[in-house]
Structures are given as structure tokens and as C-alpha cells.
């Protein structure tokens, strides 16, 4: 089956760096989405890999590791607004998403 | 406003009811997707169309049925409403599955059945 692994719940420190683990097992693979979602709001989406290595965009980058099924989710200098939950999907060979549960970022001051 | 527009917002009902979520989007985009979330559980497909003449089952399709009325609106129907349809529904566009094609998410639409 497929399946897509992420912690539930990671807590961090405001102005501190955290990194969001997602590892996959899919029929294929095209392409790796991170997405935010703030509690009862809709996702949004953050980054996009479908090659290997990093993608930086501010203060957040995502890596992937296509040989290992590994992506993780970075976040620099941490604002409290940067509490929420972060979703890894992967895109499989027909196309379609297959989501993780989501991983639940507690920030503190 | 929002480029994807749910309603209702918030609904409860009882069992054997049926339910409609309408979805319109002003993004032009031509898919269009029902998701449901439930907690501890990832995004689940519901159903999806690639245009209006294009309905397709997703992960979870018993229990519910669609309509793509125009390209812009795309609503989800529960024909006799059940408590463990309970849930977050979301509506999404995305503008081509290929390279990329990000999902664009509406607000979402919460309903509890009785």
C-alpha cells in the first residue's frame, strides 16, 4: 500500500529551527507538495520537489531525497505565527496525491 | 472574497438527511476536487473532475455523489447522511496535474450529522 509517514506533533522555541521529517512509500513519484494549515482554516501550499535536493524559499526550504523516500520540512528563525499544521503529499505515478496526516508545530516563546 | 468559495460554512443535520456543499471558483481553473479531512487522518479524495464533462471517483466514493454545473462550480452531494460522514470537507482547484499543479484550497465547509 502507500503510505506517507510524518511525526504528529513537534513542539519548538520562537527564533529557534525546526525540520519536519516525511518519509514516503508510493506506486511511483511525481513530485513532493509541504503545505500549512492553520487549526480550522484550509492549507496552503508551501514548496514543491520533484528533484533531488534543496529548495529554499525564505525562511523555509524543503529537501528531498528521492532514493531514500525522505523529505523534510525546514523552518528558520521561528515565529509564533509559524504554529500549525504542515502536510507532505506525493504525487504517484497516476498523478494523484496520497497525504500524510499532517504534523502538528507548537511554537513557543 | 476568496478564489474558492464553499457553502455552507458550517452545518449539522441528521441522519438520512441529504446534504449539499457547493463549491465555486474564480480562479478559472478546470479541476476541480472534494476532500475530506478527519483527525489523525491525512486528506482523503472524494471525488474529482478535469472538466465539466469529466467526473471521476476518488479514494472514497460511496456515500457521496457530484455535479461540475459549469466549469466554476462543483458541488458535493450526501444523498442519506450518515454520523461518520462527519467531518471537514474542502473543495480544491489546481490548474494542471503535470509539472507541478498545487492544489488551491477553499475554506472548508464542517459538517456534523446527528
Known amino acids: 500500500g502507500q503510505n506517507i509517514d510524518q511525526p504528529t506533533e513537534m513542539t519548538a522555541t520562537e527564533g529557534a529551527i525546526v525540520q519536519i521529517n516525511c518519509t514516503y512509500q508510493?506506486?511511483?513519484?511525481?513530485?513532493l507538495f509541504w503545505y500549512q494549515q492553520h487549526a480550522g482554516e484550509a492549507p496552503t501550499f508551501l514548496s514543491y520537489?520533484?528533484l533531488d535536493g534543496l529548495e529554499e524559499k525564505g525562511r523555509f526550504s524543503s529537501f528531498l531525497s528521492r532514493s531514500k523516500g525522505y523529505s523534510y520540512l525546514l523552518l528558520k528563525e521561528l515565529q509564533m505565527k509559524d504554529s500549525a499544521s504542515y502536510l507532505c503529499a506525493v504525487k504517484d505515478s497516476n498523478y494523484q496525491l496520497i497525504w500524510g496526516a499532517g504534523t502538528k508545530l507548537i511554537i513557543k516563546p | 472574497d476568496a478564489d474558492v468559495t464553499q457553502t455552507p460554512r458550517n452545518r449539522i443535520t441528521k441522519t438520512g438527511k441529504r446534504i449539499m456543499l457547493e463549491c465555486s471558483q474564480t480562479?478559472?481553473?478546470?479541476?476541480m476536487y472534494w476532500y475530506r479531512q478527519d483527525p489523525g487522518l491525512g486528506l482523503r479524495l472524494i471525488y474529482y473532475s478535469f472538466d465539466v464533462k469529466d467526473i471521476n471517483k476518488g479514494e472514497i466514493s460511496d456515500g457521496y455523489s457530484v455535479s461540475r454545473q459549469a466549469q466554476a462550480k462543483f458541488s458535493l452531494s450526501l444523498e442519506s447522511a450518515i454520523p461518520n460522514q462527519t467531518a471537514l470537507y474542502f473543495c480544491a482547484t489546481s490548474d494542471f496535474a503535470g509539472e507541478a499543479g498545487e492544489l488551491f484550497f477553499g475554506e472548508g465547509s464542517r459538517l456534523t450529522v446527528l
Open positions: 508510493t506506486s511511483g513519484f511525481n513530485g
Open positions: 520537489n520533484v
Open positions: 480562479k478559472g481553473h478546470d479541476r
